[in-house]
């Protein structure tokens, strides 16, 4: 199995970026579906996107589209997060997903193994 471990996360300004990463401890993401979500007090758990490290397969939710971008490593042991242009309502815990299933998910129960969550916080 695969532990996802989050970091990176921090406060940042209106308008800022933030980079953050998402590590496999105890093995590699090769094969499995990896995703990021995200969690802001009172509301449900949201997909932000993912990447199918089988096909390649890079998606996003349409609130983050043109302002997020996923990346992984050549070792297969790391994807990125790279967020410009943040708003104040990208305020959230952010969380790093993984599931051996491989295939395209956006929907949080479709994943099995969670990341602790990191916080982001954008300032007006």
């Known amino acids: 199995q695969v532990q996802p471990v989050e970091s990176g996360g921090g406060l940042v300004q209106a308008g800022g970026s933030l980079r953050l990463s998402c590590a496999a401890s105890?093995?590699?993401?090769?094969?499995?579906?990896t995703g990021w979500f995200r969690q802001a007090p009172g509301k449900e758990r949201e997909f932000v996107g993912g990447?199918?490290?089988?096909?390649?397969?890079?998606y996003y939710a349409d609130s983050v589209k043109g302002r997020f971008t996923i990346s992984r490593d050549n070792a297969e042991k790391t994807i990125y997060l790279q967020m410009n242009s943040l708003k104040p309502e990208d305020t959230a815990v952010y969380y790093c997903?993984?599931?051996?299933?491989?295939?395209?998910?956006?929907?949080?129960?479709?994943?099995?193994?969670w990341g602790q969550g990191t916080q982001v916080t954008v300032s007006s």
């Open positions: 990447i199918t490290w089988t096909g390649g397969s890079i």
């Open positions: 997903a993984a599931d051996p299933y491989g295939g395209r998910r956006s929907a949080a129960r479709e994943y099995g193994y």
């Open positions: 105890g093995s590699s993401f090769s094969g499995y579906t």
